[in-house]
């Protein structure tokens, strides 16, 4: 008989930080643990076990770890019997520190860990304080690849690679996630149908960089063919990934967005800057008449193609010139949307100690000006939204509970009334109004 089998269900407070990827692994660990009968708990107070999955690519996010871990430690005082963990970046990043530096932490395991988390676990539970962050060989890590947990859904996200070969200058993500492995492609495509099979109508394939999905892996299918074979899937309507390269955006790429209509008309594609000068610092592989040219040929494949972007503000030397470039790079590409964040200093990064270093001053003025100039930017697009047709994928109802809400092609969210029936159908929208951060609209007709 085992232990599992007889015990009652114990609590598990997950909190999960950072990008698309760690909340995938965090699926995985929802259903890793509920072999050893933990099941996921909303209020912190009915935990046995609080684990926290964490994200170290700015120190912002490093800190917010901390202060998360001092807010559970008076749990821990109340209750001694309560295990604390951490997981993700900052545990691949500081390993062993984090078990010196917090008392009351119980377990650490890192980005290639996951598989090893119930046995550290368990040994929490007999009073034992571990740490696990080695990395692990290419054929163990595809074997123990994260399949997504068994949610159903109409969206889903589905991991086809991890960590990442490129080393930008400034970025700690090839050191806390390894090395870039593409995951196999038959796994991928079954793991679709499966998902298909419960009601999945739209993927978004998840990677560090996954235009060079297969490019290292003889044996798998390329990026392009990947996006083929599920576009060719009768139940499934929509397909998108991220994130991508702007080095890696190939010809037969581009040609998918003319090919399939099943491909949306969104490609996330960070510049990082509008600058060669920083861009050749960053060790980006392209300049800015590259990543201009890649988006007029993603244009012209798909005309109204949405272009969303990341930069980053006040990398070391930033001038005052190069800070301009980026302004006008804004204009040229018209981003729908843009994510920019302040340059930080990351542990182990090239970066880290380039000379130039700015003041957060003014670090946050250009920070400032850009996001002004953004969201204008993105106003102009959305207002001129109104009154255009969209196909939105119904995904549910809306916050609030009185609208059905879903997402454009394009990618924006969109609110519309109408009958719960809809949920999981593509229809056609009128847009009405356009709002900060999504549009109202009319159903014109079911799709
Ligand atoms: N400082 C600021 N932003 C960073 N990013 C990655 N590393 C850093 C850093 N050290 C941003 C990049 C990336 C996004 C996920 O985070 O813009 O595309
Ligand atoms: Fe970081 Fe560059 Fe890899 Fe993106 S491509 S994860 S920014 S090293």
């Given at each position: 008989?085992?232990?599992?089998?007889?015990?009652?269900?114990?609590?598990?407070?997950?909190?999960?930080?950072?990008?698309?990827?760690?909340?995938?692994?965090?699926?995985?660990?929802?259903?890793?643990?509920?072999?050893?009968?933990?099941?996921?708990?909303?209020?912190?107070?009915?935990?046995?076990?609080?684990?926290?999955?964490?994200?170290?690519?700015?120190?912002?996010?490093?800190?917010?770890?901390?202060?998360?871990?001092?807010?559970?430690?008076?749990?821990?005082?109340?209750?001694?019997?309560?295990?604390?963990?951490?997981?993700?970046?900052?545990?691949?990043?500081?390993?062993?520190?984090?078990?010196?530096?917090?008392?009351?932490?119980?377990?650490?395991?890192?980005?290639?860990?996951?598989?090893?988390?119930?046995?550290?676990?368990?040994?929490?539970?007999?009073?034992?304080?571990?740490?696990?962050?080695?990395?692990?060989?290419?054929?163990?890590?595809?074997?123990?690849?994260?399949?997504?947990?068994?949610?159903?859904?109409?969206?889903?996200?589905?991991?086809?690679?991890?960590?990442?070969?490129?080393?930008?200058?400034?970025?700690?993500?090839?050191?806390?996630?390894?090395?870039?492995?593409?995951?196999?492609?038959?796994?991928?495509?079954?793991?679709?149908?499966?998902?298909?099979?419960?009601?999945?109508?739209?993927?978004?394939?998840?990677?560090?960089?996954?235009?060079?999905?297969?490019?290292?892996?003889?044996?798998?299918?390329?990026?392009?063919?990947?996006?083929?074979?599920?576009?060719?899937?009768?139940?499934?309507?929509?397909?998108?990934?991220?994130?991508?390269?702007?080095?890696?955006?190939?010809?037969?790429?581009?040609?998918?967005?003319?090919?399939?209509?099943?491909?949306?008309?969104?490609?996330?594609?960070?510049?990082?800057?509008?600058?060669?000068?920083?861009?050749?610092?960053?060790?980006?592989?392209?300049?800015?008449?590259?990543?201009?040219?890649?988006?007029?040929?993603?244009?012209?494949?798909?005309?109204?193609?949405?272009?969303?972007?990341?930069?980053?503000?006040?990398?070391?030397?930033?001038?005052?010139?190069?800070?301009?470039?980026?302004?006008?790079?804004?204009?040229?590409?018209?981003?729908?949307?843009?994510?920019?964040?302040?340059?930080?200093?990351?542990?182990?990064?090239?970066?880290?100690?380039?000379?130039?270093?700015?003041?957060?001053?003014?670090?946050?003025?250009?920070?400032?000006?850009?996001?002004?100039?953004?969201?204008?930017?993105?106003?102009?697009?959305c207002e001129a939204l109104v009154g255009t047709v969209q196909?939105v994928?119904?995904?549910?109802?809306s916050?609030?509970?009185d609208q059905l809400t879903g997402?454009s092609?394009?990618?924006r969210i969109v609110n519309v009334p109408g009958?719960?029936?809809?949920?999981?159908?593509?229809v056609d929208v009128t847009i009405c109004q356009s709002h900060p951060?999504s549009l109202l609209g009319e159903l014109s007709r079911?799709?």
């Amino acid at each position: 008989m085992s232990e599992t089998a007889i015990a009652a269900p114990k609590g598990l407070y997950l909190e999960t930080f950072g990008c698309q990827m760690n909340v995938s692994d965090s699926e995985k660990i929802v259903s890793l643990l509920s072999d050893l009968g933990y099941r996921p708990v909303t209020d912190p107070a009915l935990a046995d076990l609080i684990l926290l999955n964490t994200c170290s690519v700015r120190a912002k996010a490093e800190s917010k770890v901390y202060d998360y871990l001092g807010r559970h430690r008076l749990r821990k005082l109340k209750n001694s019997r309560l295990i604390i963990g951490v997981g993700g970046c900052v545990a691949q990043q500081e390993g062993e520190r984090l078990l010196k530096r917090v008392p009351y932490l119980d377990l650490v395991f890192g980005t290639h860990s996951l598989h090893l988390l119930p046995e550290l676990v368990r040994g929490a539970e007999r009073g034992e304080r571990r740490s696990a962050t080695e990395f692990i060989d290419t054929e163990t890590r595809l074997n123990l690849f994260p399949q997504a947990a068994d949610t159903g859904g109409i969206t889903r996200f589905v991991t086809i690679m991890q960590g990442c070969d490129n080393f930008c200058s400034y970025c700690v993500v090839p050191y806390v996630r390894g090395r870039e492995i593409s995951r196999r492609s038959a796994e991928i495509l079954g793991e679709i149908r499966e998902m298909a099979g419960r009601g999945a109508r739209e993927i978004t394939l998840l990677g560090q960089n996954v235009n060079s999905y297969g490019l290292k892996s003889p044996d798998e299918l390329h990026f392009a063919d990947l996006l083929r074979e599920i576009a060719a899937m009768d139940d499934i309507q929509r397909l998108r990934f991220t994130t991508s390269h702007p080095r890696d955006i190939s010809p037969e790429l581009i040609a998918c967005f003319a090919e399939l209509p099943k491909l949306c008309g969104h490609i996330h594609l960070p510049a990082q800057s509008g600058s060669d000068a920083i861009l050749e610092r960053m060790n980006r592989g392209y300049g800015r008449e590259e990543y201009l040219a890649t988006v007029t040929s993603l244009r012209k494949a798909r005309p109204g193609l949405a272009v969303t972007g990341d930069i980053i503000i006040g990398f070391p030397g930033e001038s005052e010139a190069d800070f301009e470039a980026t302004l006008s790079l804004l204009e040229e590409v018209r981003y729908a949307d843009l994510f920019s964040f302040v340059y930080s200093e990351r542990p182990e990064t090239a970066a880290a100690g380039y000379s130039g270093q700015l003041s957060r001053g003014v670090k946050q003025q250009r920070l400032e000006r850009l996001q002004r100039r953004q969201h204008e930017i993105t106003g102009e697009i959305c207002e001129a939204l109104v009154g255009t047709v969209q196909r939105v994928l119904i995904e549910g109802v809306s916050r609030r509970g009185d609208q059905l809400t879903g997402r454009s092609d394009a990618n924006r969210i969109v609110n519309v009334p109408g009958d719960a029936s809809l949920i999981g159908q593509l229809v056609d929208v009128t847009i009405c109004q356009s709002h900060p951060n999504s549009l109202l609209g009319e159903l014109s007709r079911e799709g």
